[in-house]
């Protein structure tokens, strides 16, 4: 069993776990994710790692309350167990340095960019961070990154708090003022992704993005985080989750990843529809 150390929530709908997890912590790395399972009903979950700390034995765990799984997850409290907890698992990310690195993190992304970030930044990189969410109530970790980041910019769709627009909009400025850079990171919404993949694109930016919000049963088996990359089929969860942003064919992606939202949106129902307001019986 696998304690809950602390539980915040850093924005509607949105929980931080820290978790009891010393064998998991003593070997993670940015980049990396665990699978867990809530109780012996429960589906299997994979979340990037936000943040380890190896003296404490901790791991920290961010999500978002989407669906059946998640909404259930976030009514545990300090002191609770999850019946499984497994990693690190996925391949690393590559941290050298580069020289400027430019870090994106859209959404419940920035969560699992801010290791990648710190992990640059110690290793000698100017790191520049973008930052972005839909409005200022749901932005997360602004603190976190500022601390890990030479400069940050935040965008926000409202332009409730930083410039109003999309992350892509100072990426496209740095480049059209002529700044170098040598790596870009993105992580978030597969379309955010995909998008700031088009801008780096003609420039030939070597981008990197990590595909963990398409992950399922993280194993490789169930073949839902099937993606094409340079024309060949990798997993995201065996393979990655991180490939060449300019290799991933986005459009099959999004096209898949639109098949299961009807399922979805069923499920979500059912489980609503119960008595107990969290349906335990398997989404698959």
């Given at each position: 069993m696998y304690k809950i150390l602390l539980k915040q929530e850093l924005a509607p709908n949105?929980?931080?776990?820290?978790?009891?997890?010393?064998?998991?912590?003593?070997?993670?790395?940015?980049?990396?994710?665990?699978?867990?399972?809530?109780?012996?009903?429960?589906?299997?979950?994979?979340?990037?790692?936000?943040?380890f700390d190896r003296e404490e034995g901790s791991i920290t765990l961010i999500f978002q309350e989407v669906g059946a799984s998640t909404k259930l997850l976030g009514t545990l409290n300090e002191g609770d167990s999850l019946l499984d907890l497994v990693g690190p698992l996925g391949k690393p990310t590559h941290i050298e340095n580069f020289g400027t690195v430019v870090c994106v993190g859209g959404g419940i992304g920035i969560a699992p960019v801010y290791p990648i970030a710190r992990g640059m930044?110690?290793?000698?990189?100017?790191?520049?961070?973008?930052?972005?969410?839909?409005?200022?109530?749901?932005?997360?970790?602004?603190?976190?990154?500022?601390?890990?980041?030479?400069?940050?910019?935040?965008?926000?769709?409202?332009?409730?708090?930083?410039?109003?627009?999309?992350?892509?909009?100072?990426?496209?400025?740095?480049?059209?003022?002529?700044?170098?850079?040598?790596?870009?990171?993105?992580?978030?919404?597969?379309?955010?992704?995909?998008?700031?993949?088009?801008?780096?694109?003609?420039?030939?930016?070597?981008?990197?993005?990590?595909?963990?919000p398409i992950m399922v049963d993280g194993t490789g088996m169930c073949g839902g985080c099937r993606v094409s990359v340079g024309e060949e089929n990798k997993f995201a969860c065996v393979d990655g989750p991180e490939f060449d942003a300019h290799k991933v064919d986005f459009a099959g992606l999004v096209a898949r990843q639109r098949m299961y939202i009807p399922k979805e949106k069923q499920y979500a129902e059912h489980c609503a529809s119960t008595k107990e307001g969290g349906c335990k019986c398997h989404s698959h």
């Open positions: 949105v929980k931080l776990f820290k978790m009891q997890a010393p064998l998991i912590a003593k070997k993670a790395q940015p980049g990396q994710f665990v699978i867990l399972r809530i109780d012996e009903d429960g589906e299997r979950v994979p979340l990037t790692i936000a943040d930044k110690a290793a000698g990189n100017e790191v520049i961070s973008i930052i972005g969410a839909r409005n200022k109530d749901i932005l997360i970790y602004e603190e976190e990154m500022t601390a890990v980041s030479d400069t940050l910019h935040i965008a926000t769709d409202d332009g409730s708090k930083g410039i109003k627009g999309f992350v892509t909009d100072p990426l496209k400025q740095m480049i059209a003022e002529g700044k170098k850079i040598d790596l870009v990171v993105a992580i978030g919404p597969v379309i955010m992704m995909r998008n700031v993949a088009e801008v780096t694109r003609p420039y030939q930016i070597p981008t990197v993005v990590s595909l963990n």
